[in-house]
């Protein structure tokens, strides 16, 4: 049985084995049975993972299905019809919302994995909820679900945004990357060609995919072929997979490259959300600096400048030109940075947070380990821009302002900052 995965645990578990014998029997007995249940349960048909199999999703039945269509309704005129992979995430939950505010019809799915805190996720649930986004609870690997959302709404667009994200996180949990960001977009990308018509799919690379490269500003043309992590190789293979189902099937994918996003209702797994949580709490944080004392900087770009692009990238994206599962005539095939052209040393993000919370944080310089992180990041938007006026305007001031009132505000209404 092939399990190449589990869903992210932020902080890891040791499990420690114990001595006796007959536990261990105990416990090949019950992994057995683990097995034997998932061969006969899972719909999946290319991974299934222990934990996440044995939650059971239910979906199915009139009242569930009315709640797809609701959700998936288009409101307005010119409207398309969006599957949102990864809507209670950061950047899902944010563009779900702006699709659905200005009159598209959008259905939500996620797993609603414990990478970081799920409760972050419910809430961002809530708030879509609230805003008529209904998220399916599943997983982007389970093909059986995803062709059952494709018999019920003949979507127009998919915009995928689920994914396993972090770097570091990649040398913990390496499965969890290939579960997500290979088998699942795969998976997701065989139900796109096969159903009809195709619908057009906007999705989320990574700037990570520059890697080694020192060149800077980073522009699309450059060479993207010596990633620094796992999760960077993953998004990398994510670009060179949309290449053979764009040519083979005649699917229209657009890659988005995101810089370092940032905001509120952000991932807890990131610099500026921690280093938060952690100056508030008078702990000190680690700020990296390059060989030679060189600066980390990152060409950090608000939530809302990323939205604006991600909606700028699906309304340009023409349709996909594919039926029955085969290819009629060439497709669009494209990938575009989205930074912000700005890149701050994360020294500089430091002093803005300690303005802002009026607290001085305990700076704790460290040499910047070899486990996946870049030292710069800078984006070159030029083609974003030439392509759909993608033109960024939240500056670090202004959008840590606005991140960190959410997040005074999240936290103080009786919600912990830890898992
Ligand atoms: N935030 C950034 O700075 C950044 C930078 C570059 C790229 N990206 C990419 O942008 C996308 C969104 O990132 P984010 O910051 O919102 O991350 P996120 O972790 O907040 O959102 C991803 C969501 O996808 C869901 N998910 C993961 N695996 C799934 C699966 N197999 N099936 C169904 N749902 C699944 C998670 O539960 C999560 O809610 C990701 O593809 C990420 O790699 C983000
Ligand atoms: C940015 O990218 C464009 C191509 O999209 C290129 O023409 C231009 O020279 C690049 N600018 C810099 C400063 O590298």
């Known amino acids: 049985m ?33 097995i034997y249940f998932l061969f006969f349960r899972t719909p999946s048909s290319f991974s299934s993972d222990a934990r996440r199999s044995l939650r059971t999703y239910t979906y199915g039945g009139a009242a569930w299905e009315n709640k797809v269509i609701s ?30 505010r200005r009159g598209d019809g959008v259905l939500g799915l996620d797993n ?47 915009m995928h945004l689920a994914a396993q994200a972090g770097v570091r996180y990649a040398m913990q949990n390496p499965g969890s990357y290939v579960h997500s960001n290979i088998a699942g977009f795969v998976n997701l990308l065989e139900v796109c060609k096969a159903v009809d018509p195709q619908p057009a799919i906007v999705w989320a690379s990574s700037s990570s995919v520059y890697g080694l490269n020192t ?36 699917l229209s994918l657009t890659g988005l490259r995101f810089f370092t996003v940032y905001g509120p209702w952000g991932r807890p797994d990131m610099a500026y959300f921690f280093f938060t949580k952690d100056i508030l709490k008078g702990k000190p944080i680690p700020i990296f600096e390059a060989a030679n004392h060189g600066t980390v900087a990152r060409d950090f770009t608000y939530i809302d400048d990323i939205v604006r692009g991600c909606l700028g990238a699906l309304d340009t994206a023409e349709k996909s030109t594919g ?70 305007t939240t500056n670090l001031e202004t959008g840590l302002k606005n991140f960190v009132r959410w997040y005074l505000n999240y936290y103080s209404a009786g919600k912990k900052a830890d898992e």
């Open 2 to 34: 092939d399990i190449p995965s589990s869903p992210g645990k932020f902080k890891e578990k040791r499990t420690k084995w114990h001595k006796t014998l007959p536990k261990l029997t105990f416990w090949s007995i019950l992994f057995c049975g683990v």
């Open 112 to 158: 609603f994995n414990d990478y970081y805190d799920p409760s972050l996720k419910r809430g961002r649930q809530a708030l879509l909820e609230r805003t008529g986004v209904f998220i399916v609870e599943g997983d982007i690997n389970d093909a059986a679900l995803l062709k059952k959302l494709f018999d019920i709404v003949p979507f127009t667009h998919v």
């Open 71 to 100: 959700s998936a309704r288009v409101a307005s005129k010119n409207g398309v019809s969006v599957l949102v992979t990864g809507a209670a995430g950061f950047v899902g939950s944010h563009v779900s919302i702006a699709l659905k």
């Open 323 to 392: 039926s029955g599962g085969k290819k009629t005539g060439p497709a669009q095939l494209r990938v575009f940075n989205l930074g912000n052209t700005s890149p701050v040393p994360v020294n500089n993000l430091v002093t803005i947070l300690e303005k802002l919370l009026k607290v001085k944080a305990k700076r704790n310089i460290m040499r910047l380990p070899r486990n996946g992180d870049v030292q710069f990041t800078h984006a070159n938007i030029s083609y974003a821009k030439k392509e759909f006026g993608y033109k960024p």
């Open 215 to 250: 060149k800077v500003p980073f522009s699309e043309k450059d060479r993207t072929d010596q990633p620094a992590s796992l999760y960077a190789a993953t998004k990398k293979a994510g670009e060179e997979i949309a290449h053979t189902y764009n040519h083979i099937y005649g």
